[in-house]
């Protein structure tokens, strides 16, 4: 069973860096059968893809957000993690990690369970 | 790269059947869809992928077979048949597009469900 776990801090300040690490249990970071992903709900509104990175180190940015991200994997750790520089209130939001598995043709199959993060001074 | 629009609520009988809608936005019709479960406290659940010509791959882990995934043009259906009170939730459909530098992978608004 694949396991996703969010971790990092509830609250950051505005201007500051967020950082977020996902561990990953029953499965290995460092397998090229799947990308690693991050996908953040603001309250009250949908879901918005952030970013994914491959085993690589091979990233993919959400345009919208590209300039003040960086997602990257540690396979040591068997985790992946995002930095969100520069933050605003505006991302104030639940955080996903999630898995892609290639071999099924896409979709993200496996979540965790999402951690609140909340950006205030 | 595509729009998907979703109507903002569904609601069906328990035990009846509902339909949600995912529209792409027009030179889209080709695109397949994948279609999300929110479950508060535990993430999303994929739930299937829906091409122009039905289901495409496996339906996530422990999906009934009471969900079922249609295309046509630039809808894709999910179809929720004998809707139980567990169903109700909010529902997301995302396509991918691009490749490489270009990939991006984008949401649709979400559909409320409400089981009367």
């Known amino acids: 069973q694949v396991l996703l776990q969010e971790s990092g801090p509830g609250q950051v300040k505005p201007s500051e860096t967020l950082s977020l690490n996902c561990t990953v249990s029953?499965?290995?970071?460092?397998?090229?059968?799947?990308?690693w992903g991050w996908i953040r709900q603001p309250p009250g509104k949908g879901l918005e893809w952030i970013g994914s990175v491959y085993f690589t180190g091979n990233t993919y940015y959400n345009p919208s957000l590209k300039s003040r991200i960086t997602i990257f994997v540690d396979t040591s750790k068997n985790q992946f993690s995002l930095k969100l520089h520069s933050v605003a209130v505006a991302d104030t939001a639940v955080y996903f990690c999630?898995?892609?598995?290639?071999?099924?043709?896409?979709?993200?199959?496996?979540w965790g369970q999402g951690t609140r993060v909340i950006v205030s001074s | 790269q595509p729009v998907l629009t979703q109507p903002p609520s569904a609601s069906a009988s328990l035990g009846a059947s509902v339909t949600l809608t995912c529209t792409l936005s027009?030179?889209?019709?080709?695109?397949?869809v994948d279609w999300y479960q929110e479950r508060p406290g535990k993430g999303p659940r994929f739930v299937m992928r829906?091409?122009?010509?039905?289901?495409?791959?496996s339906k996530g882990d422990g999906i009934p077979d009471r969900f079922s995934g249609l295309g046509s043009g630039l809808n894709r259906y999910l179809t929720i048949e004998n809707i139980q009170e567990d169903d109700e939730s909010d529902y997301h459909c995302a396509a991918d597009h691009g490749s490489g530098n270009n990939f991006v992978y984008v949401f649709g608004t979400g559909t409320k469900v409400t089981v009367l």
């Open positions: 999630a898995r892609w598995d290639v071999l099924l043709g896409g979709g993200y199959d496996y």
């Open positions: 029953g499965g290995s970071v460092s397998s090229g059968s799947y990308y």
């Open positions: 829906v091409g122009g010509s039905g289901i495409v791959g």
């Open positions: 027009s030179d889209y019709s080709s695109y397949k």
